[in-house]
């Protein structure tokens, strides 16, 4: 039977006091409890409680919407018309509304996932097994692969299903595979010898398809992670200044956190414009 002592320490001195600064952040989530035959990692607790904070403070902000916004109205539409001027320009405007909800939703979810790690009681609360292992309750969410990889998967299923639709499978091979060249202007055996060159850089363009949950995931994880184990070094690198030096790298994983989760959008974005924004007249 383990028996769970809760402990909460003070923001700036956890990592002393239980030597997480000297090992680092785990590189696997800890297991907290089971729900059933379900495993539920520290991580995945800190995704429900993100998630269930950002759906009620946004009903809190906008509850009933009006045409004269009042001023909470007002601030979350600030956010949403801020992050439609960067996203409309790329996936083009027949695709903004239809993509829109992935895009924000993406961003938020992503940016208050970084800053969670920052958080009062992230890496402080606890419990103690049998064995004397501390096992920390609450790991920022993207501070775990298995998160990234499934924002990752989710992004880019959703990327296949907005090119499959408003595009087509037919368009979608002539974009991967076609012959760029114009044959007016080439000459017809310049063309003709331009389309195996072409269908090898199509190859080379699946490929890149192919790795980019990987490369999307390993992105944020890298970073996050990183910043975690940053943060806890900092904590025991000078001993007695623990409340200090930590300061100034809290103020970069803020600007990293933020930077992490626009080009997690910013490149969903790119991938629907590539394939789905052709230049459409703007009404």
Known sequence: MVKYGLCFLPFFFFSPLFGAGATGVSLTPDKAFMIGSLPVTNSMITSWIISLAIIIVIRLLVGKT????????????????????????????????????????????????????LLPGVGSIGYFDESGKFTYL????????????????????????????????????????????????????????????????????????????????????GNVYGGENLLHKMFTIAPGFEWVIPIPFYFMEILIGLVQALVFMLLIAVFIGLMCNHGDEHH
Not at 110 to 117: E, P
Not at 147 to 158: D, F, G, P, Y
Not at 180 to 194: C, M, P, Q, R, S
């Open 66 to 117: 009006s045409l004269i916004p009042n001023k909470k109205q007002l601030f979350v539409e600030s956010i949403v018309g801020g992050l439609r001027n960067v996203v409309e320009p790329i996936v083009g405007n027949k695709l903004f509304f239809p993509s829109f909800w992935l895009l924000s939703g993406l961003f938020i979810f992503i940016l208050i996932q970084n800053w969670s790690g």
């Open 138 to 221: 609450i790991r920022p969410g993207n501070a775990d692969l298995n998160m990234t990889l499934a924002l990752a998967a989710v992004a880019n299923l959703a990327w296949l299903y907005f090119i499959f639709k408003y595009e087509g499978f037919k368009s979608i091979m002539a974009h991967i595979f076609g012959n760029k060249a114009d044959k007016n202007e080439v000459g017809i055996y310049t063309f003709i010898g331009l389309i195996p060159i072409f269908f090898a850089v199509g190859v080379i363009e699946v490929i890149s398809i192919l790795f980019r949950p990987v490369s999307l995931s390993f992105r944020l994880f």
